[in-house]
């Protein structure tokens, strides 16, 4: 089979409503090498680079209130450092690039989950100009 480890994929197709961060960047741990009071981070298994991961909520009004937070892993050498915040919004937009999913079974449930990685987390970008004509131009 062509596809092996993870599925490289779009910001657009996994959060096609965008979404925005309600948690810290939280470094993630190595639950095999850690023990009692040492913490050992984790790292890819591919890249070596340190995980951490991201608490974000799912701009999509379609998704039900248990489903709307999930946990974006970011592969980077040091703490990735989030957006600046928005005044007037409760919380922070972001965008991710370098996205792929993992799919996996999740053990209590027996359900289809995915892990969800990026490279970098960044400020969402720009709406373009409308496309709506405005007053006193022409429309194409």
Known sequence: MALQGPI???FEQVF??????????EQVKDFEASTG???VPAR???TGELVWQVAVMDADPTVKAAQK????KILAPVQPVPPPSISGLPFTP????GMSVTPY???ATGRLAYSIRAREMRAPR???KSSIPTAGKDAA
């Open 16 to 25: 096609p409503h965008g979404c925005y961060i309600v948690g810290e960047v």
């Open 105 to 107: 079974v999740h053990q």
């Open 37 to 39: 009071n040492k913490f």
């Open 94 to 97: 972001v965008e991710f690039d």
């Open 44 to 46: 890819d298994k591919t």
């Open 126 to 128: 720009t709406v373009g």
């Open 8 to 10: 490289p994929i779009g």
């Open 69 to 72: 937070t999930v946990s974006v």
